[in-house]
């Protein structure tokens, strides 16, 4: 009997130990760091992580209540990231953020239905802008249809405001990831004139010489990008050797951070990407990274990401977790707040420039607020290009605004097709 | 000449030089199949941990830095030097030829005489160990190769063919340099395996594992060497896929490139391996080029293996392999 009591002990023990520690913010972070697509994993998994770590560390966690970061390795497999939301959507978990297309479009009628968070940061399934209808599913501060229409908006103003008899050519991953924009540009190129043409790339894009063949017998005016992972690093070299003018060359901000225009070396000055934040270590906040979590050994990974594009993006990720957090524990009076609750705080979250200068980071981003029929943010963006002889990304441009016009209708479509099939009814509240 | 047909041609020469790129791979395959009978499946994984021991050695990098600060609390990562690049090469040599030995020593001779099947399992394993240690030894971070290898459009072939068409075909720098590589290890492949003395050897083993041990050929010993000698094709094919595209851990994919060519050219012959690339080249970027702007593109990946396949329904061993033979 004795025995028996003993071991049961050890068991509830284990158990105990393994789930989460009571009043903790789970917050989950679907991570690649190996495989084919880790060299951008890794960056974005240790900014997420860093920055949790530092409000632990500092601020005892938000609101004084810790964070338990869960990260669950996917290996960009849609597969595995199912089974890591499975295995953690039980945990409490309070944001899902799965950090890829193919992952979120799986785990989307999932957390319909199991009343779980996702936010895809400038990825996923666009039209979950619609909060009416995507109840769970938030993707601010905006999306690849706002980056189609940015890069758009750009190169109009590189041309003086007429677009007509150009011809943009868009190089993308064959995926739903890189698939997301075509219809967007089709409709763009409708309004403007332009003449739209798509090249893809099969995964994982090692191999391009048949698609920069076609461009350079076609001569676009512009070449838009949708890549990721090896994609950008060869499509940045191969555009250099069929001497495309790379300022005329421009990548969605998945396909502009510095693992993709280093290994081209000089090749890639010039080349544009699309940006929805800084990025670099010029804000106070790193100060306080340094101390509390690298000098700390505390960091995620070897802390030599600090700064980099990726590791900046995982970072904003982070922050607006722990702000759509904080904004759930003031609406509900409680610091231990639920997934129901940090839905209602994600759904009213706003951004001020206030609250990032609060935050360490003043001018990171633009501010912004979410609202039940619009969980997808502004849709601002800048441009940026690449110095490779500094050999940094610098802001070549203010914000700018995405054509809602062209877009909402889109918006509206995709989503009433989506609550359709899926037999909800569209409403706030 | 119409502008089609010099994009064909243009696309045509360019699919040759990737076919050769395929080769280079393919080759590894080859070598180890011939001499052991095993489907080596980490041939991909060694190309990619043969390009980031290169550019570990040559940027001194400390190897298992991270495992190291972990375990001692210490932040080293580079010793501070820079390896010039033909000694960076030889070192990276001598660590295949120790992986070498160790596969053999740890692996391989424990599974003497078992199935096929459960050596290619062995060499599934060995992939995935070996990534992990890759991963561990050099880190997951993206890493540039300059090991001076040219790279961009050549000048001349663009200046002769815009003089002789009135357009200038594109071929890259690194391609051609691919090319030459290729001959030359072809050649040294070819004089090694018919004029050398462990040449003949390995050829002896190829052709019957028990009559070669019964004249004295130590079974060990060419396992050893043959594995060095995919080691060393590995690192001359991770090194120029490399220089590509940055050494990173999507390099070890590039093991699906060659599998067409293996299935076309037939697993145990090295010319084989040489014109099944450069069909297989041609043959997808032909077929991208003429057929894929209407069906959506991206076919290259799915065409390649169609192509192999049409062979292997005609010729099951490959072009230029053996034809199996089983006398009851």
Redesign the interface.
């Known amino acids: 009997m004795k025995l028996k009591l003993k071991l049961t002990s050890i068991v509830l023990g284990a158990v105990m130990a393994t789930g989460p520690a009571l009043a903790d913010l789970v917050l989950p972070m679907l991570s690649y760091r190996t495989g084919a697509y880790a060299v951008n994993g890794i960056p974005f998994a240790d900014g997420y992580n860093d920055y949790l770590t530092l409000m632990n560390e500092r601020d005892g966690g938000v609101g004084g209540v810790k964070i338990d970061i869960r990260e669950c390795e996917t290996g960009y497999n849609t597969e595995k990231g199912v089974e890591c939301y499975e295995s953690l959507k039980g945990t409490g978990a309070l944001i899902f953020a799965p950090l890829s297309t193919g992952i979120t479009y799986q785990l989307i009628p999932k957390a319909t239905v199991d009343g779980t968070n996702i936010h895809s940061m400038g990825y996923g399934r666009t039209s979950a802008k619609n909060g009416k209808v995507f109840r769970n599913v938030f993707n601010y501060p905006a999306n690849y249809w706002d980056g189609a229409s940015i890069a758009v908006k750009h190169i109009m103003d590189q041309e003086g405001g007429d677009l007509k008899g150009k011809k943009i050519t868009l190089l993308y991953h064959n995926s739903g990831y890189g698939k997301e924009p075509i219809r967007t540009l089709q409709e763009l190129a409708k309004k403007h004139g332009f003449e739209y043409k798509g090249i893809a790339v099969d995964h994982p894009g090692q191999e391009q010489k048949s698609q920069w063949l076609q461009i350079r017998q076609q001569r676009p005016d512009y070449v838009l990008m949708w890549g990721w992972g090896v994609m950008n690093q060869v499509a940045i070299q191969e555009a250099a050797n069929v001497r495309f003018p790379m300022d005329k060359f421009i990548g969605i901000w998945w396909s502009a951070s510095e693992n993709d225009t280093v290994p081209a070396g000089a090749g890639a000055h010039g080349y544009k990407g699309l940006a929805l934040h800084g990025s670099g270590t010029d804000y106070p906040l790193y100060a306080d990274m340094q101390k509390y979590v690298v000098d700390a050994g505390l960091a995620a990974g070897a802390g030599d990401q600090v700064g980099t594009v990726l590791y900046s993006r995982g970072m904003y990720n982070a922050f607006l977790s722990v702000e759509a957090i904080k904004t759930a524990q003031k609406l509900a009076g409680v610091g231990d707040v639920n997934a129901a609750q940090v839905r209602d705080g994600m759904e009213a979250l706003n951004i001020t420039e206030e609250t990032m200068a609060a935050a360490g980071l003043p001018g990171f981003a633009p501010p912004f607020s979410v609202s039940c029929e619009n969980h997808g943010g502004p849709g601002l963006g800048m441009v940026s290009q690449w110095d490779a002889e500094a050999q940094k990304w610098s802001l070549i441009t203010g914000l700018i605004a995405s054509d809602m016009d062209v877009i909402q209708p889109l918006i509206d479509a995709d989503s009433a097709a989506f609550a359709a099939e899926a037999g909800i009814t569209p409403g706030c509240g | 000449m119409p502008?089609q047909v010099l994009?064909a041609a243009?696309?045509m020469l360019?699919?040759l030089?990737?076919g050769v790129?395929y080769s280079l791979v393919a080759l590894g395959f080859v070598l180890i199949f011939k001499a052991s009978g095993i489907f080596n499946y980490a041939q991909g994984v060694m190309a990619l941990f043969a390009a980031l021991t290169l550019v570990g050695i040559m940027d001194g990098q400390v190897p298992f830095s991270?495992l190291i600060?972990a375990i001692f609390?210490t932040n080293i990562?580079h010793f501070g030097w820079h390896t010039p690049a033909l000694l960076a090469i030889i070192l990276t040599i001598m660590v295949m030829v120790l992986f070498a030995w160790l596969v053999q020593r740890f692996i391989f001779r424990h599974l003497v005489n078992q199935e096929p099947i459960i050596l290619f399992m062995a060499t599934i394993g060995l992939a995935y160990f070996l990534?992990g240690v890759g991963?561990l030894m050099w880190?997951?971070?993206?890493k540039?190769l300059?090991v001076g290898i040219p790279?961009?459009?050549n000048e001349t072939i663009e200046s002769i063919t815009h003089g002789a068409f009135g357009y200038g075909f594109?071929i890259?720098n690194l391609d051609i340099f691919a090319t030459f590589v290729a001959v030359i290890l072809v050649a040294i492949l070819v004089c090694f395996s018919q004029y050398t003395k462990q040449g003949r050897a390995l050829r002896a083993v190829a052709d019957d594992h028990q009559a070669a041990l019964s004249v004295g050929i130590s079974l060990s010993y060419i396992w050893i060497l043959v594995w060095s000698i995919a080691g060393f094709v590995a690192l001359v094919a991770g090194t120029i896929?490399g220089a590509?595209?940055?050494v990173?851990?999507?390099?070890?994919?590039?093991a699906l490139?060659a599998l067409p060519v293996l299935m076309l050219g037939g697993f145990t012959s090295i010319p084989g391996a040489i014109i099944g690339g450069l069909i297989i080249g041609v043959g997808?970027?032909l077929f991208?080029?003429l057929v894929?702007?209407w069906i959506?593109?991206?076919t290259?990946?799915w065409f390649a293996y169609v192509l192999a396949l049409l062979f292997l329904v005609f010729r099951p061993q490959g072009l230029f392999g053996e034809k199996i033979i089983e006398r009851v």
């Open positions: 502008d994009f243009e696309v360019n699919g030089m990737a790129l991270h600060n609390g990562h990534e991963d880190g997951s971070d993206i540039k300059d790279k961009g459009m594109f890259d896929w590509k595209s940055g990173q851990f999507s390099l070890s994919l590039i490139k997808e970027k991208e080029f894929g702007p959506g593109g991206a290259e990946n």
